[in-house]
């Protein structure tokens, strides 16, 4: 099994920066993609970036030119380094990561339990 666990959320002013943190445990063969999703109240969960093993990095047009996606392969971790905060981006975000778990073959996707993320004007 693979669990996900993030941190780094919290309530920052407009134009300030957050740095967000998904560490992957359990028995884990290899993980592919990680990525960062986001969803504020009354919407849908919303991509925001992702990060792939031969496929590199990728980016919501919303949050290009702020955020930065990341990862430490040693660490099963991945980072969202988020600057130029705005209102709009005040949402829970999700990690997620698709991973092959020691006793499989099979990759499986996995999602973290959110961390809040919130932004003052």
């Known amino acids: 099994q693979v669990q996900l666990g993030e941190s780094g959320g919290g309530l920052v002013q407009a134009g300030g920066s957050l740095r967000l943190s998904c560490a992957a445990s359990?028995?884990?063969?290899?993980?592919?993609?990680m990525a960062w999703y986001r969803q504020a109240p009354g919407n849908q969960r919303e991509l925001v970036a992702t990060i792939s093993i031969g496929e590199g990095t990728k980016y919501a047009d919303s949050v290009k030119g702020r955020f930065t996606i990341s990862r430490d392969n040693a660490k099963n971790t991945v980072y969202l380094q988020m600057n130029s905060l705005k209102p709009e981006d005040t949402a829970v975000y999700y990690c997620k990561a698709v991973a092959v778990p020691s006793s499989s073959h099979t990759p499986y996707a996995y999602w973290g339990q959110g961390t809040q993320v919130t932004v003052s004007s």
């Open positions: 359990g028995s884990i063969f290899s993980i592919n993609t």
